[in-house]
């Protein structure tokens, strides 16, 4: 049987779902599952200031899915807890049956 689940973890599970609240860090996440990259290789592919992926990728840290470290003057990302990915997949099949449910309505 499964236990109760605490008022402090529904708390804690609303600051991570808050932090991949955005499609930036979405896309963040998306491109440290492939493999740890150097903050200089993830800003070319983000239309946003250097300063506002910073504050993305603090929010990412601050969650505990991101983990940096830093090599002289440059921070290497990777993803702190891989499982978030399982996230997507989950998100995708939601996405997925919802647009299935409409299509259906729809005829």
Not at 32 to 38: G, I, N, Y
Not at 41 to 46: D, K
Not at 68 to 87: K, N, Q
Request: glycine letters at 2%; proline letters at 3%; one cysteine or more.
């Amino acid at each position: 049987m499964k236990s109760k689940t605490s008022e402090q973890e529904f708390v804690e599970r609303a600051r991570v779902m808050k932090a991949l609240a955005h499609p930036d860090r979405l896309k963040i996440i998306d491109e440290l599952s492939r493999k740890e990259r150097c903050l200089c290789e993830l800003e070319p592919l983000f239309t946003t200031d250097k300063s506002t992926l910073s504050r993305h990728i603090s929010a990412l840290r601050n969650a505990g899915i991101v983990h940096e470290r830093r090599e002289g003057v440059r921070v290497h990302l990777t993803l702190a807890t891989p499982c978030i990915l399982d996230i997507f997949d989950c998100t995708m099949k939601v996405i997925r049956a919802d647009a299935k449910r409409k299509l259906g309505w729809m005829r």
